[in-house]
C-alpha cells in the first residue's frame, strides 16, 4: 500500500527541515525507504561513503515512521549473498551452475535472444513480471518500451494487491480515492493488522485517531492487535467480506441512513442496488459472516453515523473469491454515506499538475488496438487489461485531461494465471520469454507448481535482483540490481496521489549492480529503439518529470519533503466523476458491457471436501520480512528463523498437534511442511500461513530451490475456476480447504 503521511494542507508543499550530522564524518541523507511499499520517511547516516545506520525522519510529519526492516537495511544490502556482477547460466535450467560475465556480454546475447523470439513468436510472446513497489526505479520504463516493441503481456503482484483494487474502484467512480486519516473519525480495517514493524505510518494514524476520540471497527476473524484496540471488532468469517458489506447497506438503507441529497444527485443504479441488498436481511449475513445480526447492525450505525469516515485498502479483500463483488461494495459504502471526496472522507486526488506522471511515461497510446486485443486473459476476466479499462478513457479525458491512468500501476495488466498458463504452453498463444524485475516471479503468485511448468518451458529467462532467489536460480542471466540506498527516488504514489516525495542516493552500488531504469535503457538500445529511453541518467530522467515545476531533481530534493497541492474538495461538483455517466455507479455500465452481473453480488464457495477439513488463509505478511525477501538477513533470521502457521488451542487439540512440533499441509494444487503455533486469537478450523518462505542457505537448483519446495505457501494456493473472482480472475486466497498432518522432525527438516 503506498504510503502517504497526509492529505491535509498542513502537508501540501511541505519543506525540508535543517539536518545536523550527529557525528564528525558522518553525513546525513533525507530517503524513502523501500524495505516494503509504504515508502516511509527516514534519514540515512553515512560514514566513509557507506550507510551505517537507518534512523527515523527528522521531520514531525513523519516522526517514528520506520520498523524493522528499513533500520537492519544497511546490513541488508552489505550481505555476503548479495548478486554483484551479472551471471551466465551454463548448465541446463536449474542446475545451479554459472559463469560472471559482463554487462556488455549479457545483454547482446539477451537482445539477440529476444528478438529471435519476438521474429517467431511475435511482441506478445514476451511477458515481464515486476514489482515496481520494490524495484522503486522502474516508474513505467518497462511498459513503455514493451508498448513500443508491441507486447502487452505486462504482470505484477498489484495484480493480487492494491493494483487491482484500484482497478474496480475506478468502475464505480472513475479513481482511486485515498483516505484522510488526519481528519477522519472512523477507520474501518478489513482484515489489516498495522503494528510498530508494518504499515507503520498507517499505525501511527491508528493511533492519533484514538487519541482524538475516533472510532476504529476492526473485521478480522482472528483477535488481532487492531482488534483489540478497536471500538468494535466482527469475528467475521474468512472469505466473507462481501456479505458483511450487503448487511451494512441493509442497515444503512432501511434505518435511512445514507446521504439522500448525494444519491439522488450523483449515483445511478440505487434502486436496482436496494433491490439487491434486500436479498440480504440480517438472518442471512449473519449465517454468511457468522457474525450476529446486532454485531452487524451496530457496526452499520457506527460507519454511518459517525461522519466522514474510511475504509482505507488492505490486502485481504482483494484476494477472495468474491473479490470485485467485495470492493465494490467499498466504493458503494464510501458513496451512500456522503465520504466521498469530502475532507475526512476518501479524497479523489487527480493528477499533479506539475509533474509528469508514470502513465504518461508508460506510453499505452503507442500500443496498437490489435495488440491491445491480445493481452492474455482479457477475453474471460477483463477487469484490469485493457478491454476492462477502455470505457474509461474517454471520461478520464474529460474530467482529468488524459486517457490512461494506471493507478498502483495495477491497470491496462494481463492476467498472471493467464500468462503462466501460455508459458507452459497451454494458452491462446505460446510466451517464451520472461523478464523477472525486483518480482519473485515463482513465488509470488497463485499455483506455484504450473509457475514452475512455464518457466521450464521458457527459451530466454532474465532476473534483476539482489540475491539468488528461487526465480533466480531458473534463469538464464541474473543481473545485479541497486537498492534504495544506492540511487535518488522521485516518488510518485505508484499513480495513485497528486503527491510527489523526493529520496536522496545516499551512497555508490556495489559491484556491478544498476537500477531498473538502467537496465531498461540499456535494453532499449539493444532492441534497437534507444530513443524510447533516451535520458543518460535517472537524473536527467527526473529533471525532464520536473520540468514543469521549474526546478531540477537536485533542487527539488534539497527543497521539498512533500510536493502537492492544497487538496480541494467535491470537484466532481464541476467536473462529474470519471465514469461513462459522470456520475458514481452503483450499478457498473462498464461491467454490464462487459457481459457480467452490473451489480454485486454473493457467490458461495464450493461444497465442503471431507478430504480437507480445515481452512487455509494463506499469504500473511510478517513483520520482518516483505514478500519474498529478507530471508538472507542473519537479524531478521534470529528473530523469525523458520515459517510458523498459526492455529487456535481447539484445532491443535482436535488435530493431534502441539507448539513447536512440524506438520504438512496440504490443499488440491500442493504441500507444504511449516512449525506449529498456537494462538488464543485465532478461531477453531482456520489455519494462518506466513508468505514466502525460502531458506537461502539451502540447497539451490530445480527441484530444490532453496526450500521453496518445502516452504512456500504459494504451493498452496489454486487457481481454477472455483478459486478465481470470476470479473478479475482473481485467485482466492482466504479461505482454500487444506488438511494438517503431523510429522518427524527428520522430515521437516
Not at 497 to 512: F, V
Request: contains cysteine; charged residues 25%.
Amino acid at each position: 500500500m503506498p504510503g502517504s503521511p497526509s492529505i491535509s494542507p498542513s502537508a501540501a508543499g511541505s519543506r525540508s527541515i535543517p539536518r545536523t550530522n550527529l557525528r564528525p564524518g558522518v553525513t546525513t541523507h533525507k530517503t524513502l525507504c523501500a524495505s516494503c511499499d509504504i515508502a516511509c520517511s527516514v534519514v540515512t547516516e553515512v560514514k566513509k561513503g557507506r550507510v551505517t545506520r537507518v534512523r527515523s525522519s527528522d521531520n514531525p510529519l513523519f516522526k517514528d515512521n520506520i520498523c524493522i526492516k528499513g533500520i537492519v537495511a544497511p546490513k541488508n544490502f552489505a550481505n555476503p549473498k548479495r548478486v554483484l556482477y551479472p551471471q551466465k547460466r551454463v548448465g541446463e535450467r536449474g542446475s545451479g551452475k554459472w559463469e560472471r560475465v559482463s554487462w556488455e556480454e549479457a545483454l547482446s546475447d539477451i537482445g539477440q535472444r529476444l528478438q529471435k523470439i519476438i521474429d517467431e513468436h511475435g511482441p506478445e510472446a514476451w511477458a515481464v513480471a515486476t514489482s515496481q513497489w520494490n524495484t522503486a526505479t522502474d516508474h513505467g520504463l518497462g511498459r513503455r518500451l514493451m508498448n513500443h516493441v508491441g507486447s502487452p503481456n505486462w504482470i505484477s503482484g498489484v495484480a493480487l494487491c492494491a493494483g487491482n483494487t484500484a482497478a474496480v474502484n475506478r468502475l464505480t467512480y472513475g479513481w482511486y480515492p485515498w483516505p484522510d486519516f488526519d481528519n477522519t473519525n472512523c477507520v474501518v480495517l478489513f482484515g489489516h493488522n498495522p503494528h510498530r514493524n508494518s504499515w507503520v505510518p498507517i499505525y501511527n494514524q491508528i493511533q492519533r485517531l484514538k487519541a482524538r476520540g475516533g472510532k476504529l471497527i476492526v473485521l478480522d476473524p482472528r483477535r488481532s492487535e487492531c482488534a483489540e484496540l478497536a471500538d468494535l471488532w466482527l469475528p467475521l468469517k474468512v472469505g466473507s467480506d462481501a456479505a458483511m458489506m450487503f448487511g451494512w447497506l441493509k442497515v444503512i438503507f432501511d434505518e435511512e441512513l445514507y446521504d439522500k441529497d448525494f444519491v439522488a444527485k450523483w449515483t445511478i443504479g440505487f434502486d436496482e442496488l436496494r433491490r439487491r441488498v434486500d436479498e440480504f436481511p440480517l438472518s442471512r449475513v449473519a449465517e454468511l459472516t457468522g457474525c450476529t445480526p446486532e454485531q452487524i447492525a451496530k457496526a452499520a450505525r457506527m460507519y454511518a453515523q459517525m461522519g466522514p469516515s474510511v475504509i482505507p485498502w488492505t490486502p485481504i479483500t482483494d484476494m477472495q473469491r468474491n473479490s470485485t463483488s467485495a470492493i465494490r461494495l467499498q466504493t458503494i459504502l464510501r458513496s451512500v454515506c456522503g465520504y466521498v471526496d469530502v475532507p475526512g472522507g476518501e479524497a479523489m486526488m487527480g493528477f499533479n499538475p506539475d509533474i509528469i506522471p508514470e502513465s504518461d511515461i508508460e506510453m499505452h497510446e503507442v500500443l496498437s488496438e490489435e495488440q491491445k486485443a491480445k493481452q492474455l486473459g482479457s477475453k474471460d476476466h477483463p477487469v484490469f487489461t485493457y478491454r476492462g479499462q477502455a470505457a474509461l478513457r474517454a471520461p478520464l479525458k474529460r474530467v482529468w485531461g488524459r486517457e490512461y491512468a494506471n493507478q498502483i500501476t495495477g491497470c491496462y495488466m494481463a492476467n498472471p494465471s493467464a500468462v503462466f498458463r501460455a508459458m507452459a504452453g497451454e494458452g491462446e498463444y505460446p510466451v517464451k520469454a520472461l523478464f523477472s524485475l525486483g518480482n519473485n516471479t515463482a513465488m509470488g503468485f497463485a499455483n506455484m507448481p504450473q509457475i514452475l511448468k512455464g518457466m521450464m518451458n521458457q527459451d530466454l529467462i532474465v532476473v534483476h535482483e539482489h540475491v539468488m532467489t528461487p526465480t533466480a536460480q531458473l534463469a538464464d542471466y541474473v543481473l545485479p540490481g541497486d537498492s534504495w540506498l544506492e540511487r535518488p527516488w522521485l516518488w510518485d504514489g505508484f499513480g495513485w496521489l497528486s503527491i510527489y516525495r523526493p529520496s536522496e542516493k545516499s551512497m555508490e552500488p556495489p559491484g556491478e549492480c544498476k537500477s531498473t531504469f538502467e537496465f531498461w535503457r540499456l535494453m532499449a538500445a539493444q532492441l534497437g529503439k534507444p530513443e524510447v529511453v533516451p535520458w543518460s541518467s535517472i537524473e536527467e530522467f527526473y529533471d525532464w518529470r520536473l520540468e514543469k515545476l521549474g526546478v531540477s531533481f537536485d533542487t527539488f530534493s534539497k527543497v521539498y519533503e512533500v510536493h502537492a497541492e492544497t487538496p480541494k474538495f467535491r470537484k466532481y461538483e464541476q467536473t462529474g466523476f470519471a465514469t461513462p455517466s459522470g456520475k458514481v455507479e452503483l450499478k457498473s455500465s462498464i461491467l454490464e458491457d462487459l457481459g457480467f452481473d452490473p451489480l454485486p453480488y454473493w457467490r458461495d464457495a464450493p461444497a465442503a471436501e471431507a478430504e480437507y477439513p480445515l481452512t487455509l488463509f494463506t499469504g500473511v505478511r510478517e513483520g520482518e520480512y516483505f514478500q519474498t525477501g529478507g530471508r538472507h538477513v542473519p537479524e531478521m533470521r534470529a528473530r523469525k528463523p523458520e515459517p510458523v502457521m498459526f492455529v487456535s488451542p481447539g484445532t491443535a487439540a482436535e488435530s493431534g498437534i502441539e507448539e513447536g512440533d512440524w506438520v504438512q499441509i496440504t490443499t488440491m494444487t500442493g504441500q507444504i511442511r511449516i512449525m506449529v503455533g498456537i494462538r488464543d486469537a485465532m478461531p477453531d478450523g482456520l489455519i494462518r500461513v506466513p508468505h514466502g518462505w525460502w531458506k537461502p542457505e539451502m540447497e539451490q537448483g530445480f527441484g530444490k530451490l532453496s526450500g521453496a519446495m518445502l516452504y512456500a505457501d504459494a504451493l498452496l494456493c489454486p487457481d481454477h475456476d472455483d478459486y478465481l473472482d470470476t470479473e478479475q480472475g482473481i485467485p482466492h486466497l482466504k479461505g482454500v480447504p487444506c488438511r494438517i498432518q503431523k510429522i518427524a522432525g527428520e522430515e521437516a527438516a
